[in-house]
């Protein structure tokens, strides 16, 4: 009987973990490295103990320590929640040993999952669908069409020792695949020195969608239905949903009977989920077993109402499955956002400090959150924040209430990605489905820039900026008639009138583009989110202020604005602009890191957008890029040299 | 009588026209606006009254052809910044390149002089080449007339300065008199001897932009308080600031509407202070937390970077915020922060602005170069002016409240009318490691360890502070602002006053 469970983890997944825990009267210990003494994970669990001073080795992976803290405070099981040990077979092996359960598969299925060709075999094995290919180098032109041939069209060819798709090809047709041979045979040759090249099947806007299982010990195996996370940046998922906007019925349960048939092959217990890769004609083929607990499980949960936390502690119990294949049904749709500390607009670049201030949305939504205003964000841990999990009668109404949901959040102190996410979910192609796993590199060829999509959306801008703008003068005034009546908003490109008809407290009338606008507005400053009200619909946003700038975001869209009065505008009009704003141009380090390379030189042209170093920051290549065009007048940086956060890197002339 | 008319329009004109349409251009070409049009970005629409229109230079004196030009290079008037009253002065770069000369120094007098008997702030635009040389002796007179004035305004009236292009010898000490100094960057310089002096001199080689640019008064000397790159920014946050200012020493406080809790808890400052007592946290993130809408107009945010000076407002009334920034040179006092943070102290003090002082100090700065520059003087001059201040004085100590720096900041004994502190502050002659070492000079390491943490559980709090009353509550710290709030209210109708004397002689 399991009466304490050990958290082996930190951040939202333990926050979970707890929260299953309390519901089945199961004592928890959180345990926590010196730097997360005073994480918001500790404060739900009934005991918690210091690992160790090192954020890493010396804490979430010390298994030493956990087992001995386990033995002490007679811990009767571990949950390892996902990533740190949650797949190391010889942590099972040890825990076995001491006799403490894990909350998780056997450490064999773990091993023969874990191993990428062994689990491919198993696969194979098992009758699941694995990528056709053949294996073995091509020799000539027609072995190579036979196989082609036996694969089935479209195939791609890739050189044995290949990488940064040197040597790849993509053969449509026979007809083409000679000359592609040839094309990626010469490239091998001369990229790797080596021209040996397979080939296997190319899979065309790919679909990731992943199966979820649950087995007990006793033999008992059920599939809960599918998530597709197609939506990846740097291949990682930000957004999942389940079900599949993509599959049917047909296709849905040959996948669950291939998971469960792959699960029984390895003898697997516990949760567990089976990647697959799907092609536009619905054929899915294997990618891998995940023997965890995943991330994006709470959509899985939302639509079977199935706890998968608890049944993992039941299962780990000795405890038989209650739920049979049949009573699960699947009902409603889910989505997750992944907010994270990082920044979309520098390639994804991880963001850490202090999070000043986080406001999460409430109501009608699920949030997983693993920090509150005055968490630290650690370089050491996973930039996951917090994950936003809504639920609908169907696709639309769980997509309409996430966007809701998102226009709430409001962080201070770091760089995340909400903007992005809220991006993403106003995309025409998003909204019918149209997705696949190259989503986000082919609709931000040029990265994400918070682009504003149209002319509503710039209303609404307008609309936000000028009620937090005439707040403030509102407010000063004690005579609402000193405030002026005409103004122009003006950004980069663009300016537009505005004529004030009346304000009346937060009631605002004015002439925009010559048709009336009537609203009102109401201002949070602690999370600078602004709403205003129009013809009864709610326009939400933020807005800071910086000096006479005001940043607006809303829907995705970023942009800053300038609010004048009529005759300031005009007088701001006649200053020559290369006067306003001449501040020295200069590149600083986002973050500490080294500089793996630097892609410029002194006295180079170089254009707002291009590259100009590589910087090795959080175990990531970070493409440092220009802010301006211009000439290149020093590079204070050496390739393999270390930098602090903000050191200047290169200045402009 | 209609020919009378057209006769005063014509005049309008030529006056408005200042030094005429080419110089204008070359003004604007610089990057500058004229004076007439810097008012109107500066004052509310249609509020502008000019007065000395038809003010004609002593033309007589003139040695150079061109004819005296109405207003003699300086518009001045009045009107309004968000519906309060204000004196305005403002130089025009396109007469005699805004030169001053008697007449002109005798409208800005004029000015001074409104503004002291109705009791209105006066704000000067300066844009001026320096001294009317043909006029000889009397600019020089005319120098010294606004200086007096100057002077005399000083604390009675709010004065600000905006320098918006030379402002060169002489001129700079009516500026240098007033209470806010601002500038534009690239567009404005401010120095007593230029670089051509200074090369005969000195031999140094230095442009103007290095010796007297708004980056070098806002970063190197502190002469100025706030610069922006261009203008408009400047005249728009010189609104800003007028905004948090009473119109003189006798009126009572602004009030601005606002949209925020006295009740407002804030959970995120229990963790503001890091557990690793070395470890440096932004005191902007308090400062912006116990704020009405989290609004915050810093002043000098780019001197003295170790204390942070501005404006709040709480409950839509002005604050004057004093605070130890952790993350400058562990927040201590030194001589530039001192002299800082002593003049704003004087200034709220002048003008009845409440202070809030937040406290996390560790002692003053050591070092030859301190004291060979007088920080006893210069430290003395915040003690000085802490206690010498009458205006309601609330104190919280955040973390370390050390040595004579602890009784500077605000404390107790120089009259602070509530002093909070947190639970993380300690209160101590010094820290634990340095009280050890001296106390036990003779242990050995092992023992100094224990002496260490003996010292630290007994005296590195805020208890012994508290158990002689030196505290008047220990507070947690997502309260803060709604305890804030509390005590400035109980202290609304204070009244002190300090011994009847000629004035006093702080330290300069």
């Not at chain 1, 990647?275 to 991330?295: G, S």
């Not at chain 2, 010094?430 to 224990?450: F, R, T």
Request: net charge positive; proline share 3%; charged share 25%.
């Amino acid at each position: 009987m399991i009466k304490k469970v050990l958290i082996a983890n930190r951040g939202e997944i333990a926050i979970r973990i707890a929260k299953s825990c309390k519901k089945l009267g199961i004592k928890t210990v959180g345990v926590f490295s010196k730097d997360d003494s005073a994480s918001l994970h500790l404060t739900y669990c009934d005991e918690s103990y210091l690992l160790g001073d090192d954020p890493l080795k010396g804490s979430y992976l010390n298994t030493e320590k956990l087992i001995e803290i386990s033995k002490k405070y007679s811990v009767d099981a571990i949950h390892p929640g996902y990533g740190f040990l949650s797949e190391n077979s010889g942590f099972v092996k040890k825990l076995n040993k001491e006799k403490i359960i894990f909350i998780g598969p056997s450490y064999k299925a773990i091993e023969l999952m874990g191993d990428k060709i062994e689990s491919k075999k198993i696969a194979k094995k098992a009758g699941v669908n694995c990528i056709p290919g053949y294996e073995h180098a091509i020799k000539n032109v027609r072995e190579g069409l036979n196989e082609a041939k036996k694969i089935g069209y479209p195939v791609m060819i890739k050189a044995s020792a290949g990488g940064g798709g040197k040597g790849m090809r993509i053969a449509r047709d026979k007809n083409e695949f000679e000359e592609l041979l040839t094309a990626a045979k010469n490239e091998a040759l001369n990229a790797f020195g080596d021209d040996r090249v397979f080939i296997e099947k190319y899979i065309e806007k790919p679909r990731h969608i992943e199966m979820q299982i649950l087995a007990d010990n006793h033999g008992n195996m059920i599939w809960l239905g599918e998530r597709e996370c197609s939506i990846q940046r740097r291949h990682q998922k930000i957004i999942e949903e389940a079900p599949s906007s993509f599959i049917d019925n047909i296709t849905r349960v040959k996948m669950g009977e291939q998971a469960i048939s792959l699960a029984r092959e390895v003898n697997y217990s516990s949760a567990g989920t089976v990647e697959f890769v799907v092609d536009q004609k619905q054929n899915f083929y294997f990618l891998e077993m995940n023997t965890r607990l995943q991330v994006e499980h709470p959509v899985t949960e939302l639509v079977t109402g199935i706890d998968l936390v608890e049944e993992m502690i039941h299962i780990a119990d000795n405890k038989k499955l209650k739920i049979k294949q049949n009573d699960v049904k699947v009902q409603g749709w889910a989505f997750e956002s992944r907010l994270c500390a990082e920044s979309p607009k520098k390639n994804f670049l991880p963001s850490a400090g202090r999070l000043v201030n986080i406001n999460y949305p409430v109501g009608d939504i699920r949030v997983d959150n693993g920090y509150q205003s005055g968490g630290e964000v650690s370089i050491y841990y996973d930039s996951l924040l917090a994950k936003i999990i809504s639920k609908g009668k169907d696709r639309n109404d769980a997509l309409s209430k996430m966007q809701r949901a998102l226009r709430d959040v409001a962080v201070e102190g770091i760089e995340t990605n909400i903007d992005f996410l809220m991006d993403i979910y106003k995309k025409e192609a998003f909204a019918k489905g149209e997705i696949n796993t190259n989503f986000i590199t082919e609709t931000y060829d040029n990265g994400y820039e918070g682009k504003i999509d149209n002319k509503k959306e710039q209303e609404s801008i307008i609309l936000l900026a000028i009620s937090y703008h005439i707040n403030y003068f509102y407010s000063v005034n004690t005579d609402i008639k000193n405030i002026s009546k005409n103004w122009v908003v003006s950004w980069r490109y663009d300016e537009f009138e505005i004529n004030i008809n009346s304000i009346k407290n937060n009631f605002i009338s004015i002439m925009l583009n010559n048709s009336l606008k009537e609203f009102s507005y109401q201002i949070d400053h602690i999370n600078k989110m602004i709403q205003v009200y129009i013809n009864e619909k709610k326009i939400k946003g933020r807005v800071n202020n910086h000096k006479n700038l005001l940043k607006v975001f809303f829907n995705g869209a970023e942009t800053n604005i300038n609010i004048f009065r009529k005759n300031t505008y005009q007088l701001y009009s006649i200053l020559p602009k290369e006067n306003i704003n001449n501040k020295q141009k200069n590149i600083l380090s986002p973050m500490p890191g080294k500089v793996t390379k630097v892609l410029v030189k002194e006295k180079d042209k170089v254009q707002e957008g291009d590259s100009l170093l590589i910087l090795d920051a959080m175990k990531m290549e970070n493409i440092i890029k220009s802010d301006f065009n211009g000439v290149i007048k020093e590079i204070l940086v050496k390739e393999n040299q270390s930098v602090s956060a903000d050191e200047m890197l290169i200045a402009f002339a | 009588m209609n020919k009378k008319i057209d006769h005063y329009l014509e005049q309008i004109k030529v006056a408005k026209v200042g030094g005429g349409q080419k110089r204008i251009e070359a003004q604007h070409k610089k990057g500058k606006l004229t004076a007439r049009e810097r008012i109107e970005v500066l004052l509310d629409d249609n509020s502008f009254n000019e007065i000395g229109m038809f003010v004609k230079g002593k033309s007589s004196q003139h040695t150079q052809e061109e004819r005296a030009i109405l207003g003699d290079g300086v518009v001045t008037g009045y009107g309004k910044i968000n519906g309060s009253d204000v004196l305005i002065y403002s130089q025009d770069f396109t007469v005699y390149g805004g030169s001053l000369g008697e007449e002109h120094a005798n409208k800005i007098c004029k000015i001074l002089d409104m503004a002291m008997k109705n009791r209105i702030p006066v704000i000067g635009l300066n844009d001026s080449g320096g001294a009317r040389i043909q006029e000889g002796v009397a600019a020089l007179g005319g120098y010294a007339e606004v200086f007096q004035r100057n002077v005399l305004a000083s604390g009675v009236i709010p004065q600000i300065s905006a320098i918006l292009g030379p402002c060169a010898g002489g001129a700079v000490y009516s500026p240098a008199m007033t209470d806010f100094i601002f500038m534009s960057e690239q567009t404005s310089y401010m120095f007593v001897t230029g670089p051509e002096v200074v090369k005969t001199v000195t031999h140094e080689d230095v442009n103007t932009e290095y010796l007297g640019g708004a980056n070098t008064h806002t970063t190197k000397s502190g002469v100025a308080d706030f610069s922006f790159d261009n203008e408009i920014t400047v005249l728009q946050q010189l609104r800003r600031l007028f905004d948090f200012l009473p119109q003189s020493n006798i009126s009572g406080q602004k009030f601005k509407k606002f949209n925020d809790s006295i009740n407002r808890k804030i959970p995120s400052l229990n963790t503001l202070v890091p557990q690793d007592k070395n470890k440096a946290y932004d005191i902007k993130e308090l400062i912006l937390n116990v704020a009405d809408e989290k609004d915050f107009l810093e002043v000098q945010k780019d001197f003295a970077k170790n204390i942070v000076i501005g404006f709040i407002r709480l409950e839509g009334r002005s604050i004057g915020i004093v605070a130890n920034q952790p993350l400058a040179l562990a927040g201590c006092l030194d001589i530039n922060s001192s002299r800082k943070a002593a003049r704003f102290v004087r200034f709220c003090d002048c003008f009845n602005i409440p202070l809030l002082t937040l406290v996390d100090v560790p002692g003053f700065l050591p070092g030859t170069d301190q004291e060979f520059n007088g920080i006893i003087k210069h430290g003395a001059k915040l003690l000085f002016a802490y206690a010498e201040a009458t205006v309601p004085k609330v104190t919280l100590i955040t973390r370390k409240a050390y040595g004579g720096a602890y009784d500077v900041m605000s404390s107790k004994h120089l009259r602070g009318d509530i002093n909070y502190a947190w639970p993380s502050a300690e209160i101590a002659v010094m820290g634990a490691e340095g009280a050890a070492k001296i106390i036990y000079k003779n242990a050995d390491e092992k023992a100094l360890k224990e002496h260490i943490i003996d010292y630290e559980t007994k005296f590195s709090n805020p208890y012994i502070a508290a158990s002689r009353g030196y505290i008047d509550e220990v507070i947690k710290p997502d309260i803060t602002r709604i305890k804030v709030i509390n005590a400035f209210k109980i202290l609304r109708n204070k009244d002190l006053k300090n011994p009847w004397k000629k004035h006093d002689n702080i330290p300069l």
